[in-house]
C-alpha cells in the first residue's frame, strides 16, 4: 500500500489517497484543539495515541458487531479506513450530565440521566456547529427521516458497546460524539474517531477525567491519562 496525495487536513489529522481505490491513509496530528480552534497546542505523542486508542476501540466494536470504516493500523500515528463520504453531522450521546448539557440547562455535571440521549450538530466550523434537531437535518438535506432513524439505532448500539467496554477497564462513559460515513451504495458506517477527544471518561472509582476536559479546563496533561486509556483498552 502506497500513501499518495495529501486529500485533506483538518485539526487533528491527514487523509491521503493511496493506491487502491476506496482506501484512504489517515495520519494523526499532534495537535491540540477546544473552542472550534480558538485554542491551540502542539502535544506530543497525542496523535500516535488517539490512532492507536481509536484502533483498539474499532477492533473491539467490529468484535461486537459493529463496522466502522477502519481496515488496520499501520503504525503509531496511522490507520488505512474505508472511503465513506461524511454525513456533517456530530452525532452526540449523553448518559450522564456534563459539558455543554450541564451548562445549558443548569444540571449538575455527574447527574445521571434517566435514558441516554442523544443530540445532533450540524458539523459547520463557520457556524460553530450548532446543535439542530431530526427536522433541521431533514430540511438541510443531511439525511432522511429513515435514516435519521438509523443513525440513532446505530448510536444506541454503539452506547451499549462502549458502555460495556469501559465498564470492563473501570472508566465511566460519561458521553461521547460520533460521525457517520456513506458508502458507495449509501450504507451508513461510522467514521471518524473514537478516542479520549471525542468521549467524557471518568475514572470508575475517582471520578478523575481521563479525557480531553484535562486540556480544554486547563486543568493537566493529557498525555499521561490518554496513556493509562490505552493500557487498560490493551491490558
Ligand atoms: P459537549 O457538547 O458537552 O461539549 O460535548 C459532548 C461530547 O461530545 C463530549 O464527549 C465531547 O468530547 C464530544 N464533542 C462534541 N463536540 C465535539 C467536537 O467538535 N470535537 C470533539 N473532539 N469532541 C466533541
Request: aromatic fraction near 8%; include cysteine.
Amino acid at each position: 500500500m502506497e500513501k499518495q496525495t495529501l486529500l485533506y487536513e483538518g485539526k487533528a489529522k491527514k487523509l491521503y489517497q493511496t493506491d487502491e481505490a476506496g482506501v484512504l491513509w489517515v495520519e494523526y496530528l499532534n495537535q491540540a484543539t477546544a473552542l472550534n480552534g480558538a485554542k491551540k497546542d502542539t502535544v506530543a505523542g497525542k496523535g500516535a495515541l488517539n490512532n492507536q486508542i481509536t484502533s483498539r476501540i474499532f477492533e473491539k466494536l467490529a468484535a461486537k458487531g459493529i463496522n466502522s470504516h477502519f481496515i488496520q493500523q499501520l503504525s503509531e500515528s496511522e490507520q488505512l479506513i474505508k472511503e465513506v463520504t461524511m454525513i456533517p453531522l456530530e452525532v452526540v450521546l449523553r448518559n450522564i450530565a456534563a459539558g455543554s448539557f450541564s451548562k445549558r440547562l443548569g444540571i449538575a455535571e455527574g447527574t445521571p440521566l434517566t435514558f441516554p440521549i442523544i443530540e445532533f450538530y450540524f458539523k459547520e466550523d463557520a457556524l460553530d456547529d450548532p446543535m439542530i434537531n431530526d427536522e433541521h437535518v431533514q430540511v438541510l438535506n443531511i439525511a432522511s427521516p429513515a435514516e435519521i432513524t438509523e443513525l440513532k439505532a446505530m448510536t444506541r448500539a454503539i452506547n451499549q458497546a462502549l458502555v460495556e467496554m469501559f465498564q470492563e477497564i473501570g472508566i465511566r462513559l460519561v458521553d461521547f460524539k460520533l460521525e457517520f460515513g456513506k458508502t458507495a451504495d449509501g450504507t451508513i458506517v461510522l467514521a471518524d474517531e473514537i478516542s479520549p477527544d471525542t468521549c467524557r471518561l471518568w475514572d470508575a472509582k475517582t471520578n478523575d477525567h481521563l479525557d480531553k476536559d484535562l486540556y480544554r479546563r486547563d486543568l493537566g496533561d493529557i498525555v499521561p491519562v490518554y496513556q493509562e486509556v490505552l493500557r487498560r483498552l490493551e491490558a
